[in-house]
């Protein structure tokens, strides 16, 4: 009996091991990808500003702020 417990223990671990790489190869896949499509989102917003906001010799970032308020 102590030979079928100590299998499943081995089973067990390995099916564990195999299920936690799946999951890191997943969530850095996604991160990767959300990194991208937000540094996508974060230039086409930037060439927005500047094409259609920012003033005469003003940049994308004072653009920015002055169209949020900020001081």
Do not use: C, P, Q, W
């Not at 089973?11 to 996508?40: F, L, Q």
């Not at 927005?48 to 308020?69: C, I, M, P, Q, Y």
């Amino acid at each position: 009996m102590a030979k079928i417990a100590d299998m499943v223990d081995k089973i067990s671990e390995t099916v564990t091991e195999g299920y936690r790489k799946i999951e890191d190869g997943v969530v850095s896949g996604y991160k990767k990808i959300e990194d991208g499509v937000v540094e996508g989102f974060g230039k086409v917003s930037d060439k927005f500003v500047e094409t259609l906001f920012t003033k005469e010799g003003e940049s994308v970032e004072d653009a920015k702020k002055r169209l949020s308020g900020e001081k």
